[in-house]
């Protein structure tokens, strides 16, 4: 029987499991990475493992959202990770090196290895043909100490490219039209494959581009070949020893397949507030636009940066836009100050931000009220950039720029083509950011520092066998964890802080939900489907743990949200029918009997009043033992 490429990788890394659609199998992790802003909680979690040193072949901490310090906080939380990193054989990269998944493309990812990353647009390495997919801090946590992790084992999606993009079309379009094919609930479960003709004609910087926003489609992750294209990004990184070619097999099978012709794409644009919310940018032609960002792990590439200045060369933005720009790594930003496309950037008129998350997280360059963004983001969710009326737009760096200059809405290919940028013979490498761990024998004694804004992980408990609670919210489908656990300059801060980041929960959806949930010491919370899509950072399971919600209560659940919620000793359950989502309001007393005998069953009746409400729990073994142990920590603390 042939094999997928995700399917190569998963069966030389299975530890545990059967490879059969929907059952949990267990993967040896041979590279991690982490954020500034997830990573804090991931390396307590390491180190009350009491694990000296990492056992992944490679593990890296970033520095790359909260890279404002505001206050002391982030700064705390920066020389925290720098000791901790130091001390336990994780390699660090300084603030203003870059984005995570940029650098880790560039400079460590490896075809054929497994990644995980404590952020959930690690998928971009699967631009090198990596499986890398984005997890909780704890999972990180349980790599980093050897441990396996965990996922259902996906189906398999192949989408065939055939044809080239025509000049002023970007991979960015490829993306948007698979979301806008699949929406951002298709690729839940599943492995997202790219083959076909067409894959020859891109960059390993536009398959990241495409990998990258698969985390959009909900999927596992996505993967591309690693091809000679791959092969010759690697020598240009100087790092050719490092590729391996794969591919998949010709009888490889796939549960869907779908199939786009790149020649006949147009430039794309999601609309506000989805990523799926995707219309052709000929039908936006003429909305005024009041701010362009250009960047982010989606698109900040040397090729994207020299697109974007080859747009604005000889051009003056228009007066009523305000263009921010940051280039992904400090490898990318120096090539441009190298080849000139800094200058370009510059005289057009743009303001040069860090080479950071910045604008993508609402970390500075909020729109003003209503305003018109458009952004070469992956997430346009409501309020994520920091204004909650903002209209967001993604579309690529070719419509970005062009909409820059006009000030409205522009269809790039209106304009004369732009030349394709060729992939530089060798990238200007220079590591200086990214500092080695110690040698394990200086290891011991070195001190972890810790500021004052780091505090300890909040109590968990063992699972109880009854819960009496009212539902604290009811909220619809879709809710992303910008919503549960909302991010930018003001809650970011407190990432390493979970009592007070607690306070902004839910927030955006409703102000009161932290204080009551917090009066009431235990609550429900009811969903629609899709619930948790987005993020992979667990605040949004903590926070509510912190806040006393025992369960929460869906159509259906994103991956990545679910496990958090097991890992924080949170019930996830599911509506077995969906239209009992009806039945409960807001307020109700609710109760689930007989909890531990019900976890055997997977089926748990929820008593609302008089109504009998079934209830599903997908949960695999493990994961049950995890929630009767009260949460991953206390589980990993009996010795598993
Ligand atoms: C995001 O894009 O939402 C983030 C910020 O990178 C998150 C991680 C986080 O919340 O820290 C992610 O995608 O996982
Ligand atoms: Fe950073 Fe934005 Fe990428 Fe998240 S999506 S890692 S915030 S650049």
Redesign the pocket.
Known sequence: MGYTIAEKIIRAHLISGEMKMGEEIGLRIDQTLT?DATGTMAYLEFEAMGIPQVKTERSVAYI??NTLQSGFENADDHKYIQTVAAKHGVYFSRPGNG???QIHYERFGIPGKTLIGS???TPTGGGLGMLAMGAGGMDVAVAMGGGAYHIPMPRMIFVELIGELRPNVSAKDIILEVLRMLSVKGGVGAIIEYGGEGVATLSVPERATIA?MGAELGATTSIFPSDEVTRQFLEAQGREADWSPLASDPDAKYTERYSINLSELEPLAACPSSPDNVKPVRELVGIKVDQVAI????NSSFADMTKTALVLKGHKIADGVSLGISPGSRQVFSMMAESGALTDMIDAGARILECA?GP??GMGFSPNSKGVSLRT???NFLGRSGTKDGQIYLVSPETAAASALTGYITDPTTLPPIEEPQQPDRFRINDDGIIAPLPAADAEAAEVLRGPNIKPFPETSPLDDQIEAAVILKVGDNITTDHIMPAGSKVLPYRSNVPKISEFCFSVVDETFATRAKKAGKGFIIGGSNYGQG?SREHAALAPLYLGIKAVIVKSFARIHAANLVNAGILPLVFENPDDYDKIEQGDVIRLDNILSALRDDRIILYAGDKKIPLRMELAERQKEVLLAGGLLDYAALGN
């Open positions: 954020q790359d959202h984005i995570c998944h952020d959930s647009h990258n960047g982010s792990c989606t998350c993508c997280i983001f992956n997430r993020s």
